[in-house]
Nanobody, 123 residues
């Protein structure tokens, strides 16, 4: 059974940093690209970042480019999202999932969503 568990969220002031972790388990998860998405209250879920199966290629939403860094450690079944220079508008629940169908930035092709971790940025 494939399972994704996010952690590392919390409350931080604007300009601060957080590092989110996504622990994966289950068969052959390392073969998939992994993405981070977020959903703010009253808004639709939006793409944040994606990393290929071997960590060789990354892709970011324009809103986080230059501030966030996605990486993965397949040996440890972990995917990370380093978030620097956080802004109030980064406040959301953050989710990781596997890009099973090659959707890149659309959540339609992602599966195995975790429960999410809350990030709150105060201005």
């Amino acid at each position: 059974q494939v399972q994704f568990v996010e952690s590392g969220g919390g409350s931080v002031q604007a300009g601060g940093s957080l590092r989110l972790s996504c622990e994966t388990s289950g068969s052959d998860v390392s073969a998939y690209a992994i993405g981070w998405f977020r959903q703010a209250p009253g808004k639709e879920r939006e793409f944040v970042a994606r990393v290929t199966w071997n960590g060789g290629s990354t892709f970011y939403a324009n809103s986080v480019k230059g501030r966030f860094t996605i990486s993965r450690d397949n040996a440890g079944n972990l995917v990370f999202l380093q978030m620097n220079n956080l802004k109030f508008e980064d406040t959301a629940v953050y989710y990781c999932a596997a890009d099973v169908w090659g959707s890149r930035s659309s959540d339609v092709g992602y599966e195995y969503w975790g429960q999410g971790t809350q990030v709150t940025v105060s201005s």
